[in-house]
C-alpha cells in the first residue's frame, strides 16, 4: 500500500479473515489481538512489484491462531519476506481470551 523513505514495501493489509472468512472488525463479539510477530527479509519489494503473497495457519489454539506468511516478487520462486504473526481472540469488550468461534475455527482450518 506504501513504501517508506528507502523504497521498501509497508503497512500491508491482508483481508482474508475479512473478505472471505466470519470477521468482521466492526461488529464481531470475537477480535483478533497481535501479540507476536517476525519476519525476515531476503530481497527489497517495491512499487510497482507485482507481489503474490501466501499465508498459512501454523497453528491452531483453543484462543490463539499462528499464521505464516511468505511474499514473493510475482514469478520468482524464493521469498522476499517470510514472517508470522500470532492473534489471540478476545471478547471485544472484556479483552479476555475467549474460544474461537466455530464458524471462524472452520475458516481458519481451510488455510
Given at each position: 500500500?506504501?513504501?517508506?523513505?528507502?523504497?521498501?514495501?509497508?503497512?500491508?493489509?491482508?483481508a482474508?479473515?475479512?473478505?472471505?472468512?466470519?470477521?468482521?472488525?466492526?461488529?464481531?463479539?470475537?477480535i483478533?489481538?497481535?501479540?507476536?510477530?517476525?519476519?525476515?527479509?531476503?530481497?527489497?519489494?517495491?512499487?510497482p512489484?507485482?507481489?503474490?503473497?501466501?499465508?498459512?495457519?501454523?497453528?491452531?489454539?483453543?484462543s490463539?491462531?499462528?499464521?505464516?506468511?511468505?511474499?514473493f516478487?510475482?514469478?520468482?520462486?524464493?521469498?522476499?519476506?517470510?514472517?508470522?504473526?500470532v492473534?489471540?481472540y478476545?471478547?471485544?469488550?472484556?479483552?479476555?481470551?475467549?474460544?474461537?468461534?466455530?464458524?471462524?475455527?472452520?475458516?481458519?482450518?481451510?488455510?
Open positions: 500500500m506504501d513504501n517508506d523513505a528507502y523504497g521498501h514495501v509497508n503497512n500491508v493489509v491482508d482474508t479473515l475479512i473478505r472471505q472468512g466470519p470477521l468482521d472488525p466492526e461488529a464481531s463479539e470475537v483478533g489481538l497481535v501479540v507476536e510477530t517476525g519476519c525476515r527479509y531476503a530481497a527489497s519489494l517495491a512499487f512489484d507485482d507481489v503474490d503473497a501466501g499465508i498459512r495457519v501454523a497453528r491452531l489454539g483453543n490463539s491462531v499462528r499464521y505464516e506468511v511468505g511474499l516478487r510475482a514469478g520468482e520462486e524464493d521469498a522476499a519476506a517470510e514472517g508470522y504473526f492473534h489471540v478476545v471478547d471485544r469488550h472484556t479483552r479476555r481470551p475467549t474460544k474461537l468461534p466455530a464458524d471462524l475455527r472452520a475458516f481458519l482450518e481451510t488455510l
